[in-house]
């Protein structure tokens, strides 16, 4: 069964250091979602992606946070430099039409 | 006000019992409904979608009323593996744009 490749797993970082996040979606899937979901809590949208053009990136904090998608394919998510509150998990997701399907997340630890 | 919104929980019920999940959206434009189940430290699944005129998928009943903007999922017979967390999702529509609640967490007891 297809699924959502997301690398690495786990990330423990040091505040201020920067920190990448790495998604491969299912072949075909042209819109993909970063998300981040502190414990306890829905998963909230970081940014959008239709292709490779952004289509919602309102919540993403862009003094420190990017994403790209340059070839319409996989993604990258970048916070530089991290903070203590950006402890938790990442998740990617992506879409054909209707339904999202989620990779396993990175967990991210700042101390 | 969240665009999702979901009854906080916890609910904790006995094997066996019948429990329900409200959610509301605000978004009156929304187009597409699901119901999404998290375990533990796990990425979200679909558990279901919601159709208009209500669905079924054997002890799990969706039913969606867009006058008022609320969905809601029913959960018959309550089994220990239904412990989780149930997501709401609301599809916007334009971009395919989708939406969380913050979840419901159910833990069902022996």
């Known amino acids: 069964e297809a699924e959502v490749a997301q690398s690495p797993r786990y990330k423990i970082t040091e505040k201020s250091q920067a920190v990448a996040f790495w998604c491969d979606p299912i072949s075909g899937h042209a819109t993909l979602y970063w998300y981040r979901q502190i414990l306890g809590q829905g998963p909230e949208l970081l940014v959008q992606f239709q292709d490779e053009s952004v289509v919602d990136d309102s919540q993403l904090p862009k003094d420190r946070f990017s994403a790209e998608r340059l070839k319409g394919v996989d993604s990258t998510l970048k916070i530089q430099p991290a903070e203590l509150g950006d402890s938790a998990m990442y998740l990617c997701a992506t879409s054909s039409q209707f339904e999202a399907f989620f990779g396993q997340g990175t967990r991210l630890t700042v101390v | 006000r969240k665009e999702v919104e979901q009854d906080p929980g916890p609910f904790n019920v006995p094997e066996g019992a019948t429990v329900a999940f409200n959610c509301t959206y605000s978004?009156?434009?929304?187009?597409?409904f699901f119901w999404y189940r998290q375990d533990c430290r796990k990425e979200p699944k679909l558990l279901m979608s919601?159709?208009?005129s209500g669905n079924e998928d054997g002890r799990f009943t969706a039913q969606l009323n867009r006058a008022s903007q609320y969905i809601s999922l029913l959960i018959r017979d309550s089994k220990l593996s239904d412990s989780a967390t149930y997501l709401c999702?609301?599809?916007?529509?334009?971009?395919?744009?989708?939406?969380f609640g913050a979840g419901t967490r159910l833990t069902v007891k022996p």
């Open positions: 978004n009156s434009a929304s187009q597409s």
């Open positions: 999702v609301v599809n916007r529509g334009n971009n395919n744009d989708m939406r």
């Open positions: 919601v159709y208009s």
